[in-house]
């Protein structure tokens, strides 16, 4: 987390207070396009953008929009997120 509490950043972000209908679906599954766009609109403008992608990593999330990337995008900077992790850890 960019130094705040575990989970503290949600308080903060475009999206608190909106159906998580509107970012939680299976990315197998069809869904609407409107219903992504909507999702990313929110992401778009959020402060602690960084924050979710970072929580959806880190907790293996496998639905929905996270950090403004469907679980398919996600997929494809799991290896970043590692290596950013590995240099975190030698780096302390």
């Known amino acids: ?9 949600r308080k903060q972000a475009a999206c608190a207070g909106v159906p ?3 970012f939680i679906f299976d990315d197998e599954v ?3 396009k409107d219903t992504k766009l909507q999702a990313l609109e ?6 602690v953008i960084w924050d979710c992608l970072r ?3 880190d907790n293996n999330i496998q639905h929905g929009i996270y950090g403004g990337l469907t679980t398919k995008e996600r997929r494809k900077f799991r290896f970043q997120f590692r290596v950013l992790d590995q240099e975190k850890k ?3």
């Open 90 to 92: 030698n780096n302390t």
């Open 1 to 9: 987390m960019t130094g705040m509490k575990k989970e503290q950043w």
């Open 55 to 57: 929580f959806a990593y």
């Open 30 to 32: 069809k869904y609407h």
């Open 42 to 47: 929110y992401c778009d403008q959020c402060p």
């Open 20 to 22: 998580i209908t509107v």
